[in-house]
């Protein structure tokens, strides 16, 4: 029996937000702990609110770091959201930590001159678009989404970067690759914009 979708349970906060804003747009959404189960999801999202050390423990440790890289690899449409955009790319600064490698690139502390700005970075802020996604349909200028993080995505590769934000400087806030799409935002967290990104995804069958 598949699930509709399976929301990625690793010891990370905030699975149960996501869970509910998966259900406000009709999106019956699991949240999945067994590896097994999660091989037997239509679709797969991977959020979480954490550290980059403990997130990755945990995932070795339940056999989940394998089991998201083989529905990945198999097409599965699958969404990440904050820590798990980190933990997408290979490594990390918090904690000196080798992460899944499903992007390449790091992630990188902030380091602001500006005092008046404060790591972590919590709160709105406007997400630009730079190239279009089925994902981020609808996106227009001055659209803010919520976000909560002291780390950000540092990609190799500019042509998987989506979407950017700027905080002092520019960065990447939204990556994709055919159907793995993954924001450093949430979307859960967002009202209006965020839920139409999560019901862009309930119907997004993996392609760019």
């Known amino acids: ?19 509910r804003a998966c259900h406000e747009v009709g999106l019956e959404a699991e949240i ?9 999801a239509d679709r797969v999202i991977f959020p979480g609110v ?3 050390g403990a997130a990755m423990q945990s995932l070795s440790r ?9 529905i990945i690899a198999r097409g ?6 904050c820590l ?10 918090e904690n000196d930590t080798r992460t899944l490698g499903l992007f390449e690139g790091e992630v990188r502390r902030f380091q602001l001159t500006d005092r008046a700005l404060k790591v972590p970075h919590m709160g709105w802020n406007e997400v630009r678009g730079i190239k279009p996604h089925p994902l981020l349909a609808g996106l227009e200028a001055g659209d803010e989404y919520y976000y909560v993080h002291a780390y950000f995505p540092a990609p190799a590769d500019r042509n998987i970067v989506y979407a950017v934000s700027d905080y002092e400087q520019e960065f990447a806030c939204a990556l ?7 924001t450093q935002f949430h979307p859960e967290k967002s009202g209006r914009v965020g839920l139409r990104l999560l019901r862009a995804f309930a119907g997004w069958e993996g392609t760019c």
């Open 176 to 182: 994709g690759r055919d159907n793995y799409f993954a």
């Open 1 to 19: 029996m598949s699930i509709a979708a399976a929301i990625v349970d690793y010891d990370a906060g905030n699975l149960r937000s996501v869970q």
């Open 32 to 40: 999945v702990g067994d590896p097994d189960l999660l091989r037997r």
């Open 76 to 81: 599965t449409p699958t969404l990440g959201i």
């Open 62 to 70: 339940r056999g989940l770091g394998a089991a998201l890289k083989e």
């Open 84 to 93: 798990g955009l980190q933990i997408s790319l290979q490594y990390s600064e």
């Open 50 to 52: 954490g550290a980059a």
